[in-house]
């Protein structure tokens, strides 16, 4: 079955510290594909990054990265020196490729991320 | 900007009162997605539009029902909302054109019932 865990309900953190939100997930696809997507108190959720199962090259964004291995299911996100912007829910989510069409995305249950000034 | 876009922002009904929130999109993308978001909870997906293709989520209550006229509108119906169709209610849209496009949301809307 397929399932995406984030075990970190809250976290919070002081400007400028370095954060990892961690995310797990569960398939039997052997293509998948994984995102994060940001949801700040405006409540819109804004897509972050998309990575298929075949790359598991690490991907920086500015103060964003990720680390994606296979070997342990994860697909883990870091904000270095956090700001107070980056205070939301996170979300981690799987889309299938036996989904065909739909791309149904199959969400963790978020991190909340307070970063205190 | 090509974007997603939801009206009201916040909507407010009373109990068993039909609402219909809108969704728009000018990307131009061949899916629409309905999602209910409850408080501390992921967004859940109701159904989706694949061009003029409906496809029901198992779960999705009868109350909810949804309409695409044309490729850029979508709307959600709620027939006889209860208290517990109270929520934040996100749509989305990709391109459908290969598996697991990206999908692109709009700001929500936030139903209250009374």
């Known amino acids: 079955a397929q399932k995406v865990t984030q075990a970190q309900t809250e976290i919070s953190v002081v400007e400028k510290e370095d954060v990892t939100l961690d995310c797990v997930y569960e398939t039997r696809d052997t293509t998948y594909y994984l995102f994060w997507y940001k949801q700040p108190p405006s409540g819109e959720l804004v897509f972050l990054i998309r990575?298929?199962?075949?790359?598991?090259q690490n991907e920086i964004s500015g103060r964003y990265s990720w680390n994606f291995q296979k070997s342990t299911s994860s697909f883990n996100f870091t904000i270095t020196a956090s700001q107070v912007v980056d205070s939301a829910v996170y979300f981690c989510a799987l889309s299938e490729a036996s989904s065909s069409n739909t791309g149904k995305l199959i969400f963790g249950q978020g991190t909340t991320l307070q970063v205190k000034p | 900007d090509a974007m997603v876009i939801q009206n009201p922002r916040y909507q407010v009904t009373q109990f068993g009162k039909p609402v219909t929130l809108s969704c728009s999109q000018t990307?131009?993308?061949?899916?629409m997605y309905w999602y209910q978001q409850k408080s501390s909870q992921a967004p859940k997906l109701l159904f989706h539009y694949y061009d003029k293709d409906f496809n029901n989520e198992a779960d999705t209550p009868d109350n909810f029902q949804s309409r695409r006229p044309n490729t850029s509108f979508c709307f959600l119906d709620i027939r006889s909302p209860g208290l517990g169709d109270a929520a934040m209610y996100l749509c989305?849209?990709?391109?459908?054109?290969?598996?697991?496009?990206?999908?692109?949301f709009g700001p929500g809307t936030r139903l209250t019932v009374l």
């Open positions: 990307l131009n993308h061949n899916v």
């Open positions: 989305a849209t990709s391109r459908g054109q290969g598996t697991a496009d990206t999908q692109y």
């Open positions: 990575r298929n199962s075949f790359d598991e």
